[in-house]
């Protein structure tokens, strides 16, 4: 079995620490109650840095230090800390492709009555929606282990429209445009009028749907 050592040179529990960093590679994204439900203590993970097996992305959270991090990783550590949080708008754009900007902060819908995350890492831009608004278009992806909740790509162009005045006209109407006009997103024009009704905004959007058409 192998042995661990610490920076220190003081001899590790090797089961505990094989299991953490089992637990590490599983999630993906670790933090220190993920340990806890399986009986190991936090001090693992200072030994599991020390000997450079995983590495501290921000305050509680740890990644493998030989995991394949993705042009998404920032979306992974951010639905690790607020799993009930949903990307969107921008990032959401970004994450469907649709879209040359990468926000530096990591866009996230939260339900209303929510207390806002305190998370110093990654930084987050913080909306809110209520009732089927919030939970309308959901999809559920897994990156780099992590459970992470988009939405779809209609749901995105409607909410653009929705939060208009926090994020630009500019920016929805060209998610409107290069949705409509990607060979990918062709047959979206039905699920745009849907998710426009649910966030009230199909009056909005009806002449640009139009002048598109």
């Not at 040359?100 to 209303?112: F, G, H, K, Y």
Request: charged residues 25%; hydrophobic residues 40%.
């Amino acid at each position: 079995m192998r042995r661990f050592v610490t920076s220190r040179g003081i001899p590790t529990d090797t089961p505990k620490v094989e299991e953490a960093l089992r637990l590490a590679r599983h999630a993906g994204v670790l933090r220190p109650r993920d340990l806890k439900a399986s009986g190991i203590a936090r001090t693992y993970l200072r030994q599991l840095c020390d000997q450079g097996l995983l590495v501290r992305a921000g305050r509680g959270l740890y990644f493998p230090a030989d995991a394949e991090v993705t042009e998404h990783h920032t979306l992974a550590e951010a639905c690790k800390r607020v799993p009930r949080g949903v990307v969107c708008l921008a990032s959401a754009l970004r994450f469907h492709n649709l879209t040359t900007q990468n926000p530096w902060d990591v866009w996230l819908m939260i339900e209303s009555g929510s207390r806002v995350p305190q998370v110093d890492y990654p930084p987050l831009r913080v909306f809110r929606a209520s009732g089927e608004a919030f939970q309308a278009g959901v999809e559920e992806h897994t990156l780099e282990g992590v459970p992470v909740r988009v939405y779809s790509l209609p749901k995105t162009v409607a909410d653009c429209f929705r939060y208009r005045n926090k994020i630009g006209l500019d920016v929805a109407l060209e998610a409107l445009r290069e949705c409509l006009r990607s060979e990918r997103f062709r047959h979206t024009r039905d699920e745009i009028h849907h998710y426009a009704r649910i966030n009230r905004v199909e009056n909005v959007m009806r002449p640009y749907l139009e002048a598109l058409a």
